[in-house]
Structures are given as C-alpha cells and as structure tokens.
C-alpha cells in the first residue's frame, strides 16, 4: 500500500511542478489559469491518496474533493468571462497588456 502511496505523491509532484511552471511562465491569461488548474488538481491528488492511505473507511474526503471540484469549475468559468470581456474590448488576453486595469 505505501507503494501505490509514494507513486501517487510523485505523480502529485509532478503536477504541481508543471502547474507552476505554466501559471509563472505564460503572459496568456487561459494559460496561467490552466497552470493553476494543475495546482489544484495536484493538490486534490495528495488529498485523495493520503485519504486513501490513512483512513479508507471514511468519506469526508470524497465529499471535499466533489466541493473543491465545484470551485475549480467556478473559477475557470469566471476566468474564462473575464477573459472573453478582456478580448471583445482590447483583442487580446496578454496579461503584459492588462497594465491598465491596475487602480
């Protein structure tokens, strides 16, 4: 079991190293949210496997993980209507550009 453990947690890292790596590396907004979808997603996986792990028997894990889901969607979905309103009026989602949103 603690096999399945430590590939799991590497297969995590792996995510998390990716996700930041797109999130700091890319000017376009739908890239950056991507990377922090990795983020996410690896963050997910270490609580999945340390669930699984530790205390197979209960499910509170599983119901987080359906919230945490929910959220993810609800932040792609907003990003990606800020990131709509941000091409109709200026014709680009570089994050370089979006200079003048600064207060």
Known sequence: MAIELIVTLIM??????TG?????????????MMGIELILA??????????????????EA???VLIVMTVM?????V??????????????VEMEEARELKG
């Open 20 to 32: 930041v790596y797109g999130a700091l590396s890319q000017t376009n907004l739908v890239m950056i």
């Open 42 to 59: 690896a963050g997910l996986l270490n609580l999945v496997a340390f669930w699984r792990y530790l205390h197979p028997e209960a499910i």
């Open 73 to 77: 969607a609800v932040e792609m979905a």
């Open 62 to 64: 599983q119901m987080f």
């Open 12 to 17: 995590a890292a792996g995510l998390f190293g």
């Open 79 to 92: 990003g990606f209507g800020v990131a709509i309103a941000r091409f109709r009026s200026r014709g680009s």
